[in-house]
């Protein structure tokens, strides 16, 4: 499975960023995906996911201001991210999950950055 991340960039706090995901070699369909985000110094952590079946669950500092989606036609899985904060800030990673939570296959990250 090949993905890769787009829409990352530079963005005052309080603004919005969308993020895509485009996967290939797979069946996207059945594959759960995940968004997870890597700040400097600080371990990966998971942000939201998105099951195969639509069902969506979020991380408590993101919900209530990132959307997760997905487009099966296009094999793709967005973040759309709201309220951005400061400590919002890191690499954000896409990736194909199994059993629903594990992580299998990784792009390369895009990075967001939230100015004060």
């Known amino acids: 499975v090949q993905l890769v991340e787009s829409g990352g960039g530079l963005v005052q706090a309080g603004g919005s960023l969308r993020l895509s995901c485009v996967a290939s070699g797979s069946i996207f369909s059945t594959n759960a995906m995940g968004w997870y985000r890597q700040a400097p110094g600080k371990e990966r952590e998971w942000v939201a996911r998105?099951?195969?079946?639509?069902?969506?669950y979020y991380a408590d500092s993101v919900r209530g201001r990132f959307i997760i989606s997905r487009d099966n036609a296009k094999n793709t899985v967005s973040l759309q991210m709201n309220s951005l904060k400061p400590e919002d800030t890191a690499v954000y990673y896409c990736?194909?999950?199994?059993?629903?939570?594990?992580?299998?296959?990784w792009g390369q990250g895009t990075q967001v950055t939230v100015s004060s």
């Open positions: 998105i099951t195969s079946g639509f069902a969506i």
């Open positions: 990736a194909t999950l199994r059993l629903g939570t594990i992580p299998s296959s």
